[in-house]
């Protein structure tokens, strides 16, 4: 049988062919096939060497040009590890010894090569054995430098003596100890929590025990100087052959603590510097007080001189009168602004989206500008391009104040030449949505490159003569692009000194949060149309009025179950308008929308509604419903949403139905169905709405989001007494004054009854005949006439209601009156809230509407509130809190102690003419 021949690649270094010859016989003879190379000249050897691959090297000892030894020590000193056997012709023991020394593995005679094939086989078996070593300390070294490199700190130790037995360098160098030095030691040396060998061995035991296979433990090392670092030790129980050691992975914690110390650090600053923003927006409110109380005063009387412009006064002192107005006014602005400055500073801003009008934004600022331009003989035009929609999602407000201001400067800093407005839509390169740019142009003085960036800062100006020749703060530009950001866009500048400049305004053509909000009906010229709602496939449309994105968020959900269309409104000046044109079957209303109180816009659409549509107030669990309450109302809700709430508010029957059109309501508080139904049905001639709540949890429920005139209420309740009850309500105040009937079929003592008359109004017994006892007493103690409407407008016709301006400023009180008396209104003063409310008592029927200071000596304006609350006959009355606090937060806590509406000072006379019209018309 013929054995496959190993192939072997060889070098032999000879100079006769013969002996060549002779060597690879033998070679084949032995079971090989050698790939051979036959080389004899130095040269020719470290050439072949610098290839790789060689299993073996046969070499004659003696050439003309070259030898054994010669080619041995060059493979030594390239450091080369190939089976190097040496022949010669003649060999003594003395050239032997110099061979193996030189480092030949074998040797032998020419003539005699028996030995050739066995040591041919030995060495390539040996030289395989070298290299799989080789390999081996390749990998251990480079695992050994990965070790001692890693960051972490790695210990091996001995079970038993517990003594390190190696240590990486990130160790070593952490616990800055000589490397020698340390295999001595133990972890008990180098971890201060560690008291003794027993303490250890309690923690490595269970890993010994096998109970736990690895420990992971936070600790500290000391350093050789004393000085110790946090540590996270992970410590495992390494089984290797019958070996078995620790390891330990140390994670200095150092850098950790540290950032954790930093970060630390940083909220504490960050919490410092809230902390001095809320000082400092505090500080500001209460300037803008003191500032705008005696300004506002300033203003009125100034306004009303003019006004009068009595005779007596001469040209001059009316120009006089014209510069107080103008200073007040602009002085009011710098206030404003500063104001406005601190609240983006502090984040206090308020945005809120609304659907725009393109063209009556337009029209609203070519109202103001068209005169300036006119007076400068400017050219002032506007291009509103066709690709522009007639509407956009933003904040009205902050947008005009943005384009005003540019427009402003534009024809300030304009001598001859034109003013510009372009607006337009684009998309922005790298940007999806599309946005409306204003671009404001004028061919005035400019602004030089270098103070481009500067003018867009906090009371800088380009020109530092600027403040003299024209006047401004350097706060206007500063404020709109703060603003710009916040509506999501950015202002930009163009300009060259003395060449003109161009302001663009960019911004979301629709606020991204607001695309299902504000959904009105719309068509594409912008009109709204008064779809009915069949045409939008729902039979009823239901309106919300409000700027609060958790109310609008439920509604919009629950409305999805019921046939019905929602509309959203978000701002309440134009709210009434907008109804009017849907007439909606129901409207809901948030007291708390910014600008007109929803109470006043609630009033609006009542007064302009014929028949009205049911109206609802509705506040999230955030704001509480307040005890306000007038003629007409449907009711009050508060989320979240109650099914019953729900059913009541989307069933509304629609305008001209019974809901919302009078305002006497009975609460019958009792278990028993049927008795409740007869009693409704009876009680539904003497007042306007009867609920009935069979528990005394449903009763609160139910006294809680509705205003109640009287209330029925059985002595037995499946959840309480109703003496309990009766306490109840005689310890809210706000329910304190609410009449409460007994109506019991319990028969009472006479101490019993006197008990209960102590808080109820009367105690009948049910009985043959009671009930028209118990009607003739539900009306005696319903003050409001039964359908009341009728009789409270006969009554005002008669008489004219006085307006109650409580301020104990003169200079204030003085400025309100005035403004009120011109439009033909009587006034009558009180000091503070104690005078007002003895005013109220006896002035009961006269008085149509206060007008409350908020800062007032003795009982300040919430209190006085508060009380006049308290009593449910005047829960109807409209009460405006007037105060020059103008930061966020004043108007909904004025709202919720339950004021009608808010005046902030300087007043408007537009605003407080316009809620005299809704309340006093
Ligand atoms: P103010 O006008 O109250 O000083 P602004 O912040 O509105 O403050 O403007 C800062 C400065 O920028 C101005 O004082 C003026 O130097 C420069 N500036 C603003 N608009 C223009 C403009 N259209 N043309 C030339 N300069 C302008």
């Known amino acids: 049988m013929m054995t496959q021949k190993k192939t072997i690649k060889l070098l032999l270094v000879d100079d006769s062919a013969d002996d060549r010859e002779l060597i690879l016989m033998n070679l084949r003879r032995g079971g090989y096939n050698p790939d051979v190379r036959c080389i004899d000249t130095k040269e020719e050897y470290v050439d072949a060497l610098k290839e790789t691959g060689w299993d073996l090297i046969i070499c004659d000892y003696s050439m003309p040009g070259f030898d054994g030894l010669t080619a041995l020590a060059i493979l030594r000193d390239h450091d080369i590890d190939i089976p190097f056997i040496l022949v010669s012709g003649a060999i003594g023991e003395e050239l032997a010894v110099k061979a193996m020394k030189a480092g030949a593995h074998d040797y032998m005679m020419k003539d005699n090569l028996k030995r050739l094939v066995p040591a041919i086989e030995r060495e390539l078996k040996e030289a395989k054995l070298r290299d799989k070593h080789r390999q081996a300390q390749i990998e251990r070294d480079r695992l050994l430098t990965v070790i001692q490199n890693s960051l972490n700190e790695i210990y091996i130790f001995d079970c038993k003596t517990l003594k390190y037995q190696y240590l990486n360098q990130t160790a070593i160098n952490n616990l800055g100890y000589d490397a020698d030095k340390i295999q001595d030691m133990t972890p008990m040396d180098i971890d201060p929590d560690i008291e003794s060998a027993e303490d250890f061995k309690r923690i490595i035991q269970p890993l010994l025990n096998g109970d736990l296979e690895k420990d992971l433990y936070l600790t500290k090392h000391t350093r050789k100087d004393g000085s110790t670092y946090p540590i996270e030790i992970h410590l495992q129980l390494i089984r290797q052959n019958d070996q078995q050691f620790f390891t330990a992975i140390g994670f200095d914690l150092t850098d950790r603590e540290r950032d954790a110390r930093r970060i630390q650090k940083q909220k504490e600053i960050a919490r410092e510097m809230a902390e001095h923003s809320k000082h400092k927006s505090e500080f500001l409110a209460n300037m803008s007080h003191e500032l705008r109380t005696p300004l506002n005063s300033i203003l009125l009387l100034s306004k009303l001189l003019l006004k009068t412009k009595s005779d007596n006064l001469s040209e001059d002192q009316l120009k006089y009168i014209d510069v107080i107005q103008q200073s007040g006014k602009n002085l009011l602005s710098l206030i404003n602004e500063v104001l406005d400055l601190s609240k983006i500073e502090s984040g206090e801003m308020e945005v809120s989206y609304e659907t725009i009008d393109l063209r009556e934004l337009i029209t609203n600022i070519s109202d103001v500008f068209e005169p300036i331009a006119k007076d400068k003989s400017l050219e002032y035009s506007v291009s509103v391009y066709e690709n522009c929609p007639a509407e956009l999602v933003s904040d009205q407000l902050r947008l005009e104040q943005v384009l005003r201001n540019l427009l402003s400067n534009a024809m300030k800093f304009t001598e001859e030449g034109r003013v510009e407005l372009d607006v337009y839509t684009e998309i922005p390169p790298e940007e999806k949505e599309k946005r409306i740019v204003f671009t404001v142009k004028d061919t005035g003085i400019g602004i030089p490159e270098d103070k481009q960036k500067l003018v867009f800062e906090s009371f800088r100006q380009a020109d530092g003569s600027t403040q003299r020749k024209f006047g401004g703060t350097g706060l206007g530009l500063a404020i709109c692009r703060q603003i710009a950001t916040l509506l999501g866009g950015e202002l930009t500048l163009e300009s060259a000194d003395g060449n003109g400049s161009t302001f663009t305004l960019s911004i979301p053509l629709i606020h991204s949060v607001d695309l299902i909000s504000e959904s009105e009906p719309q068509t594409d010229a912008g009109h709204y149309p008064s779809m009915s709602a069949e045409e939008t496939g729902k039979s009823a449309r239901v309106v919300l009025i409000s700027d609060n994105p958790d109310l609008i968020n439920a509604f919009s959900e629950v409305s999805d179950g019921f046939p019905v269309a929602l509309n959203v409104i978000k701002n309440s000046k134009d709210a009434p308008k907008k109804v009017a044109r849907y007439s909606p079957a129901t409207v809901l209303i948030d007291p708390y929308i910014s600008n007109y109180s929803g109470w006043s816009v609630a009033k609006q659409i009542l007064n302009e509604n014929s028949p009205p549509p049911a109206v609802w107030m509705v506040t999230d669990d955030t704001h509480p419903i307040p005890a306000v309450d007038f003629h007409g109302l449907s009711g009050k809700v508060v ?283």
């Open 639 to 921: 989320l979240p949403l109650k099914a019953s709430d729900i059913n009541k508010i989307f069933s509304s029957p629609g305008p001209g139905t019974e809901v919302g059109e009078n305002g006497s309501t009975l609460l019958l508080i009792d278990d028993n169905k049927i008795h409740n139904e007869a009693l409704s049905e009876f009680a539904e001639e003497i007042v306007d709405r009867c609920l009935i709540a069979p528990t005394a949890k449903e009763a609160f429920e139910t006294l809680n989001t509705t205003s109640v005139n009287c209330i029925v209420l059985d002595l037995t309740l499946p959840d309480a007494s109703g003496r309990d009850v009766l306490k109840k309500l005689a310890d809210t105040p706000v329910f304190a004054d609410i009449p409460v009937i007994i109506y019991s079929g319990r028969s009472l003592t006479n101490q019993q009854k006197e008990e209960l008359l102590v808080h109820a109004s009367d105690v009948i017994l049910k009985n043959v005949g009671s009930h028209s006892k118990l009607m003739s007493r539900i009306a005696e103690l319903i003050q409001t006439p039964a359908k009341g409407g009728e009789a409270i407008k006969a009554k005002k016709v008669t008489s004219q209601p006085t307006v109650l301006a409580v301020d104990d400023n003169d200079q204030s009180y003085f400025s309100i009156c005035s403004l009120l008396e011109s439009n033909g209104q009587i006034v009558q003063r009180a000091f503070n809230g104690r005078e007002a409310l003895q005013i109220l008592e006896s002035h009961n029927d006269t008085i149509g509407l206060v007008l409350l200071d908020l800062m007032m000596p003795e009982m300040d304006g919430f209190e006085t509130i508060k009380k006049i609350r308290q009593d449910p006959a005047k829960r109807s009355l409209p009460v405006f809190i007037v105060t020059a606090k103008a930061m966020k937060g004043d108007r909904e806590e004025c709202l919720l102690h339950g004021a009608t509406d808010y005046i902030s000072k300087p007043i408007s006379s537009e605003k407080l003419e316009k809620l005299m019209s809704i309340w006093m018309p």
